[in-house]
């Protein structure tokens, strides 16, 4: 199993541009999330899904889209990025009746 | 509100000694407590988690925790640290309202040769 995937490592985008924030999972977990890292802050939930079909808003969702037409993508997306948006974005997976949740690497974004 | 609190932004630690990280939380109900670390470059691993039963939860790579009730805490602990642990490391708590796991800021461990 490759896990949690993410694409891309690191992007930077000028003020204004949009773009896609890839998160794929090949563990067939039916719950799967966005986390943004601050310094300082820890890791805040963007926006979550519990399954194909079913998303929903977590701490800071503004600024932010996503869906789920699959149960093994959730893309994330930026419809007009803010340097306020720089930052490191995590996806994570697990199973509804499972605790464990599995992170992928990261994508480090900078917004210019 | 579901919380944790990680007081301490770092730690040091000399190689071989014992390490505490120590995290606190606030919660209704019956907590779900974890903790996972996050190497440099790296996303967050899981290392150990409390639902129910011992107090002392034993996890991956020789670390452990301690739940303590009375106390409202999970501190992780190790103990004989190696250079290898420096990393960041976090608290989270399952939030049961929402089924969201909700972290706290991160403690930085330095284990020092």
């Known amino acids: 199993n490759a896990g949690v995937t993410q694409t891309p490592k690191f992007q930077v985008l000028k003020t204004g541009q949009s773009m896609t924030l890839q998160c794929a999972q090949d563990?067939?977990?039916?719950?799967m999330s966005w986390y943004r890292q601050d310094p300082g802050m820890g890791l805040r939930l963007i926006h979550y899904?519990?399954?194909?079909?079913?998303?929903d808003q977590g701490e800071v969702p503004n600024g932010y889209n996503v869906s789920r037409s699959t149960t093994e993508d959730f893309p994330l997306r930026l419809l007009s990025a803010a340097p306020s948006q720089t930052s490191v974005y995590f996806c994570?997976?697990?199973?509804?009746?499972?605790?464990?949740?599995?992170f992928g690497p990261g994508t480090r974004l900078l917004v210019l | 509100a579901q919380s944790v609190a990680q007081p301490e932004d770092q730690v040091n630690v000399a190689e071989g000694n014992p390490l505490t990280v120590k995290c606190t939380y606030s919660?209704?109900?019956?907590?779900?407590l974890f903790w996972y670390v996050q190497y440099p470059n790296r996303g967050l691993q899981f290392l150990l988690k409390?639902?129910?039963?011992?107090?002392l939860v034993k996890g991956s790579y020789g670390f452990e925790a301690e739940f303590n009730k009375s106390q409202t805490s999970f501190h992780l602990k190790k103990p004989s640290a190696l250079v290898s642990d420096s990393a960041l490391y976090f608290c989270?708590?399952?939030?049961?309202?929402?089924?969201?796991?909700?972290f706290g800021t991160g403690t930085r461990l330095q284990v020092f040769p």
């Open positions: 994570a997976s697990r199973r509804v009746l499972q605790e464990t949740q599995y």
């Open positions: 563990m067939n977990h039916e719950y």
């Open positions: 899904s519990v399954g194909a079909g079913i998303t």
């Open positions: 919660v209704s109900g019956n907590p779900y």
């Open positions: 409390y639902i129910t039963g011992d107090n």
């Open positions: 989270a708590v399952r939030d049961h309202n929402t089924d969201k796991l909700i």
